[in-house]
């Protein structure tokens, strides 16, 4: 079946690094994205990564996949109090249209 | 270009009431989707439209009526609401279905009384 889980909440120093972890069942998942949610906004995507791929970085977000364990992970880099959000990890099979998403991590920011 | 638009930011409505939800691209998109988002979950599929064309529908109740008029435009029409389907209303788009990148509007944040 398909299935994403995600740590629920992740507390993190102001000029750290963040990693937040993702792990999901289904092998055949071609797709795998990272969003993000601020309060009482919509979904941005923030990167994605083809299941291909073992790493993807952009600026100060890296993502990270390891098929064989199916775990994904996003770092970023120098977290910011911008960055102060819900982040859901998702997955989608090459051909189909829906999105399956993780119960989504609050990251919060400590001074 | 990569923003969607959905009209209203906030709605209020009773049970008896119609409304409608809307979305908008212009990004030349041809499939576009609803998703609702209950408080602290994730979002779930509701319908997907492709070629203005409805694909989907996730088992959606009826008194949820989906309408695309033209490739830009995405409609959710409302009647007969419960309140448990406060929630926030997401859409999305992407160049087609089952292409890679779904882009989402800011939803509409729905309250039933």
């Known amino acids: 079946g398909e299935d994403v889980e995600q740590s629920l909440f992740l507390s993190v120093r102001e000029g750290d690094s963040s990693v937040i972890n993702c792990t999901y069942t289904?092998?055949?998942?071609?797709?795998l994205y990272w969003y993000k949610q601020e309060p009482g906004a919509g979904l941005q995507l923030l990167t994605y990564?083809?299941?291909?791929?073992d790493m993807k970085q952009d600026q100060r977000l890296t993502v990270l996949l390891n098929k064989k364990d199916k775990h994904l992970s996003l770092r970023i880099a120098d977290t910011q109090t911008g960055d102060s959000a819900i982040y859901f990890c998702?997955?989608?099979?090459?051909?189909?249209?829906?999105?399956?998403f993780g119960s989504g991590t609050r990251l919060s920011i400590r001074p | 270009d990569t923003e969607v638009t959905q009209t209203p930011k906030h709605l209020v409505m009773g049970m008896t009431n119609k409304k409608s939800l809307k979305c908008e691209q212009h990004?030349?998109?041809?499939?576009m989707y609803w998703y609702k988002q209950k408080a602290k979950k994730p979002p779930e599929l509701m319908f997907v439209?492709?070629?203005?064309?409805?694909?989907i529908n996730e088992s959606v109740p009826s008194r949820f009526s989906p309408e695309c008029p033209n490739s830009s435009l995405l409609n959710l029409h409302l009647h007969a609401l419960q309140p448990e389907d406060s929630a926030l209303y997401l859409c999305?788009?992407?160049?087609?279905?089952?292409?890679?990148?779904?882009?989402f509007g800011p939803g509409t944040r729905l309250l039933v009384l």
């Open positions: 289904d092998s055949s998942s071609t797709y």
């Open positions: 999305a788009s992407s160049q087609g279905e089952g292409t890679e990148t779904q882009y």
């Open positions: 990004m030349g998109h041809r499939a």
């Open positions: 998702a997955e989608r099979h090459s051909s189909a249209s829906k999105i399956i």
């Open positions: 990564i083809f299941s291909n791929m």
């Open positions: 439209y492709s070629y203005e064309k409805l694909s």
